[in-house]
Nanobody, 121 residues
Framework: QVQLVESGGGLVQPGGSLRLSCVAS????????MGWYRQAPGKQRELVAV???????NYADSVKGRFTISRNNAKNMVYLQMNGLKPEDTAVYYC???????????????WGQGTQVTVSS
């Protein structure tokens, strides 16, 4: 019931910056947390950053101090500002949202199609 679409990926040089955007549609009133994950070839998908419904943020240790997640609830959007990019940041980045539905508040996860970020000189 929730659809997510990412944008903003591309090719950048080490030390460069990118800003990723994700817009949600559908049953947006049910959305709780929103965040970003990434997956590099041959590696597991990992959490990059999360913005909770309560307004708190959490980051993977590898991106702390370089990435910033923000959220605009009025526009149903979440952003990821990435500064000081490194080759190890190269991955497909996925927008994620969760929701809790029903009397027992069953959790559902929703994912975008992903946007490629490549950091190379």
């Amino acid at each position: 019931q929730v659809q997510l679409v990412e944008s903003g990926g591309g090719l950048v040089q080490p030390g460069g910056s990118l800003r990723l955007s994700c817009v949600a549609s559908g049953s947006i009133v049910s959305i709780n947390n929103m965040g970003w994950y990434r997956q590099a070839p041959g590696k597991q998908r990992e959490l990059v950053a999360v913005f909770t419904s309560g307004g708190s943020t959490n980051y993977a240790d590898s991106v702390k101090g370089r990435f910033t997640i923000s959220r605009n609830n009025a526009k149903n959007m979440v952003y990821l500002q990435m500064n000081g990019l490194k080759p190890e940041d190269t991955a497909v980045y996925y927008c994620n949202a969760d929701s809790f539905v029903g009397l027992w508040r069953k959790r559902y996860d929703y994912w975008g199609q992903g946007t490629q970020v490549t950091v190379s000189s």
